[in-house]
């Protein structure tokens, strides 16, 4: 499962993101990956990463890692502490860690080994609107304890329901022989509660981070912390597949009704699709910001129509092609006048983006 680099650069970091800050949880049961997981995101440089624990003090994650990814150390240390499933003491965590001038890139919430992914997925979405957004909800399967542990029942759990992406990890301890029987197994009963859930297998939760967060630059920011640096120089690595990325820029006002299209049935593999984008209004044109995660859409309006737009789509296995000619005909198609039902429509989604935030529900 060799899968290519994403093909021009970075196509994740071209559509520069101010707006409401992703919040991604990550969830499994206990000893499958988690603390692994974000370890591993955390040495990915160029990201500037806020993270939420159960209880900093307790767990193996790596301080100088913790430290070094965000300037405010202090917030990472001694404000982002809660208890799940205090819903207080996480809002608390990402009201803080959401304020502007931290700028972060990516809210990560480790829960613990028994929080329940449905709940914590409901109480991320009862954030302030305004500043962080629903990233995806990311399960960490143990490939090996799977069917002794978490997977018991006839029906599957309830728990792969709120995931976005599952990442079946431990694959070095299956045996060789048994692995790709295990591996359809695990992927079965995932798909049976959630058929459209990206999964990907993983060794020590190494995934490319590209599906997770934007990664903005290759290589450490000049505020970084010299002992991070050399923290993830140690640990630089790369082995895991790549996602791979297909993007198209936008220079003239784009068609609601194709972009809402796109969005509500993404190209075949994508697991990320995000963009920034120019409509035509009924007296002027707007701006806005698109974001699909799994089945999460978030629409946003942005201050300015920006003068040229971009589209990009993240996935471990991505039609590139397809997803290519999808994204190029939103570009290409000429829209010159007011949609009526395609601006009806992506408003709709700017309208639930805030409420379902607000209110908890959906
Ligand atoms: N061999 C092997 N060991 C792994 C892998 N992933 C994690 N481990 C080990 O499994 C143990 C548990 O991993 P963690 O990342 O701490 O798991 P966790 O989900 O955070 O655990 P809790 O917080 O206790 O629920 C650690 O000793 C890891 O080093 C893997 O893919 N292969």
Redesign the pocket.
Known sequence: MADPEPRSGNPASTVGMSGPVPVIALT???????????NHLLRRPGARLGVVVNDFGT??VDAALVTGQVDEAAVISGGCICHLPDAGGLHDALHRLSRPRLRLDAILV?A??VAEPVDLARLIRLGNPKEIRPGGLIE?IDAVEHFHTVDLRPEPPVRYAAATLVVI?????LPPTDRDRVLDRIQERVRRRNSHVQIVT????RIDPTLVFDTAVDKDPVDELPLAQLVRERHHDHDHDHARAASAELAQPVSPSMLIDLVEDPPSGAYRLKGRVRVRGHRAEQGFAVHVVGSLIHVTPLPEPPPVGELVAIGMHLDEFATQQRLDAVATTPADRPDVAGLRRLHRYRTLSGRRLAQGSG
């Open positions: 499994g049961y206990l000893g499958a990956g988690k603390t692994s997981l974000l767990l193996n480790e613990s080994g960490v990890n431990k694959t070095d301890l993983a060794r020590h939760s």
